[in-house]
């Protein structure tokens, strides 16, 4: 195929993965309520739309209760006011928001979804992925990522207000220091595969997951995404109590969707990326008879750990700002850092055959 067809099919394949995600955006909203719900014992969205299932003698039942909730978030949300406040930057209170959706929508482009596969006769290859085969996709995505905070803090710098202010300063450092810790969380999986392709990282865990070999990485990212999406216990930006909401307290209606957009989208992709670097990725049973399965496990995976994220913010109480501060520089980058030379050591040990690893794997049946 010639260059313009594959950056035609890159595109075609970019648009569906982003509207899958728009999409995919708003039911995560969904899914957050039902399970807190569930969680603190209370009642979710049960009311804006349901599937009636009548029952001979008994009430109907209503299936699928509050599954037209985002809907009607979405609609309301077009429709509330959304005014300017007198003496902002408008340029960059404007852009602020569309930074932060383009650089969510950004992050799934190197995020491998399935092994080589054909559909409608073109073959996506070395895997499905808007750009795949990118060498450099962690350095991508830790740019994409620190591209991220601009959004958030140009938000609050261009509303005029202190409180918005100090919740982009706030921003800034946090995002920042935890930047430092998801890198040294992947920099172990870079190294047990010897690349920075998220699909050959995949590829390298079809004898074990690197959650196995590298459960302290494991952790360290996914505090880090916690705090990178600003959810509990690190949601500090957003601190109604101290903030009055924070760097967005001065946007409305769609604006503020727009932020709001962005975290759940950023939720889907972290843990796409999670799933990528220390899940399998797309691996698992029959996916060389049917390649297409790919997809669902990327998406199984994506759901559990969507799940463990909604977990933590209903069961841990947030921190204080010098507590979370304090816990990434000088608990989560030492750990890393370490993690890090301990890995480096092993490999090598493995390599000059003074460790047999085979011995070792056996020993748990692996």
Same mark, same amino acid.
């Given at each position: ?99 932060? =959706? ?8 190197? #995020? ?31 740019? #994409? ?11 609050? !710098? ?10 982009? #300063? ?13 890198? @040294? ?12 392709? @998220? ?9 074990? !997951? ?18 990178? @999406? ?6 500090? @930006? ?69 799940? =463990? ?40 040990? =493995?390599?000059?055959? #003074? ?12």
């Amino acid at each position: 195929m010639t260059a313009g067809q594959v950056a035609l099919v890159s595109l075609i394949v970019g648009i569906v993965i982003t509207l899958v995600a728009a999409t995919g955006f708003a039911y995560t909203t969904l899914y957050e309520r039902k399970l807190l719900a569930r969680m603190q014992h209370r009642i979710g969205p049960n009311r804006a739309g349901y599937i009636p299932f009548p029952r001979r003698g008994k009430k109907e039942k209503k299936l699928l209760g509050g599954i037209m909730q985002p809907a009607a978030d979405a609609v309301k949300l077009f429709f509330k006011e959304d005014p300017t406040p007198a003496r902002v930057d408008r340029f960059v209170y404007t852009l602020a928001p569309m930074l932060a =959706v383009i650089t969510a929508i950004m992050s799934f482009a190197v #995020i491998p979804w399935a092994p080589e596969m054909t559909i409608l006769g073109y073959t996506f290859s070395p895997y499905l992925a808007v750009a795949p085969g990118l060498n450099v996709a962690i350095v991508f995505i830790l740019a #994409i990522t620190s591209i991220g905070v601009y959004g958030v803090f140009l938000a609050g !710098w261009a509303s005029n207000s202190k409180y918005a202010v100090m919740g982009g #300063i706030r921003a800034s450092a946090q995002m920042i220091s935890y930047e430092l810790a998801l890198g @040294l969380a992947v920099i172990p999986a870079i190294m047990l595969a010897n690349s920075m392709d @998220l699909g050959l990282i995949v590829e390298g865990q079809r004898a074990m !997951w690197y959650v196995v070999l590298q459960p302290i990485a494991a952790f360290i990212f996914f505090l880090g995404a916690l705090a990178e @999406l600003e959810r509990s216990p690190f949601d500090l @930006l957003e601190a109604e109590q101290e903030l009055s909401s924070g760097f967005n307290v001065e946007y409305g209606g769609m604006r503020f969707g727009m932020f709001f957009m962005t975290q759940y989208m950023k939720m889907i992709a972290f843990s796409a990326i999670f799933a990528a670097l220390f899940l399998g990725g797309y691996l698992g049973p029959f996916l060389n008879e049917a390649p297409a399965l790919g997809i669902v496990y990327m998406a199984i995976k994506i759901i559990a750990v969507m799940f =463990v994220m909604i977990w933590v913010r209903a069961t841990l109480p947030r921190f204080r700002y010098d507590q979370l501060m304090q816990f990434g520089w000088k608990r989560l980058i030492p750990i890393g850092l370490a993690n890090v030379i301990v890995t480096a050591f092993f490999i090598i040990m =493995v390599e000059e055959q #003074i460790i047999d690893l085979a011995g070792i794997t056996s020993i748990f049946g692996f």
